[in-house]
């Protein structure tokens, strides 16, 4: 998830789908020293911490309300993670909740990051609790970039989802205090059937408020009363093409979580503007290959435990009690989903299945097979 500051100046503006470029720009077509090098596959491209489980805001929707935990990484611990990730060169840790503002040494992890030269972004909520001295203390402590939730161009969409008025004026307030300190601001938003018709609208709230990278999470369900929310294949399709073309010129980085077929997408619109250049098989081993669930990707939540995704609910150890390199390269889960040849179905036969690779925790959530194709892809090879 690349930022701004960090971007070359000949690279062009943001087309990446699940793929790290941290250190290759914003294009998802530059070969990157990683995508070169077996090293990819020895280390994961983004560590995603969820520092607490605490929220205790009454506006946390109902999926994501939650229960005070007290079982959650001591101040040590969490030092201790930080010193893992920088000992295993991983380009970013991504620190979220919860509200990471209830821990105490919310800062002094931040700060102890900083030290030991590991890139960290954090994600907060717009509680009354954060505030522009919060931000000003954040930046000063070496933060990267600070992320918020914003599910709609407009009140009405954004607070309808979170049950509460006056959220999105207040989120665009504290982006606003981001600016005055020049802190980079990421937006995440949550795309399903509530709110997928709202991307040009978002799109240019987005240019307005000037931010280094938008991050479109593609809806995985919950429980099967959820699978309504879903979008459908030709619904991810529509999705994708708004999105490239909107990556031609938009000032800031588009990414897609969840969406791993935008790999896929990219790669067909490469060869087609080739002009007969290209064709697919030809343009595969030069594609950078997607971030995906168990491949570049490890989300550890309060109590240590490792998954291959946050939506996706198989756990592949504790840190706790295991070295987090040894969970990423050695744990069964993990290597068995960096096996393409695992895949089912069409995804299976997909001959771009390296560099997409589907949604794991969409394909799990929806048939309860961790193989089985993705739902979402539209594609048929």
């Known amino acids: 998830m690349p930022s701004i500051s960090n971007r070359p100046a000949e690279a062009p503006k943001g087309t990446t789908g699940d793929t790290w470029t941290e250190s290759q720009g914003t294009t998802g077509w530059v070969t990157s020293e990683f995508a070169k090098t077996a090293r990819v596959r020895s280390r994961p491209l983004q560590v995603t911490w969820e520092m607490t489980h605490d929220c205790g805001w009454k506006a946390t929707p109902a999926r994501a309300r939650r229960p005070r935990n007290q079982q959650q990484f001591s101040t040590a611990e969490a030092f201790h993670l930080v010193e893992e990730v920088a000992a295993m060169q991983v380009p970013l840790l991504a620190l979220t909740g919860g509200d990471p503002l209830l821990r105490p040494d919310l800062l002094p992890v931040v700060s102890f990051a900083s030290e030991c030269s590991v890139r960290t972004s954090l994600t907060l909520l717009p509680t009354p609790r954060l505030d522009s001295s919060i931000i000003s203390e954040l930046k000063a402590c070496g933060l990267m970039r600070v992320a918020f939730w914003l599910h709609g161009s407009t009140p009405g969409l954004n607070d309808r989802y979170w049950k509460m008025q006056g959220l999105h004026r207040r989120t665009l307030e504290i982006i606003g205090s981001c600016h005055e300190v020049q802190l980079p601001v990421q937006v995440n938003t949550i795309v ?62 588009i990414k897609t979580t969840e969406g791993q077929h935008y790999q896929r997408y990219l790669l ?79 995804c299976g036969r997909c001959p771009v299945r390296t560099v997409c690779g589907g949604s794991r925790a969409r394909a799990y959530a929806v048939t309860g097979d961790l193989f089985a194709p993705d739902p979402g892809c539209a594609y048929e090879p």
């Open 192 to 253: 399903s059937r509530r709110n997928f018709h709202d991307l040009d609208p978002m799109i240019e709230l987005l240019t307005r408020l000037d931010v280094s990278l938008w991050n479109v999470f593609f809806f995985v369900p919950g429980s099967k009363e959820e699978t309504v929310e879903m979008l459908d294949a030709d619904e991810h399709e529509l999705i994708f093409a708004k999105l490239y073309e909107a990556s031609k010129r938009a000032n800031f980085q």
């Open 268 to 346: 067909q619109q490469r060869v087609r503007e080739s002009r007969g250049r290209l064709t697919e098989a030809t343009a595969v081993p030069y594609a950078p290959r997607g971030v995906n669930d168990g491949r570049g990707f490890v989300f550890i939540n309060h109590q240590g435990e490792v998954y291959p995704s946050r939506f996706l609910p198989v756990c592949a150890g504790n840190i706790t009690s295991q070295s987090l390199s040894e969970v990423y390269c050695d744990s069964p889960l993990f290597t068995s989903l960096r096996d393409a040849s695992n895949l089912k179905g069409k």
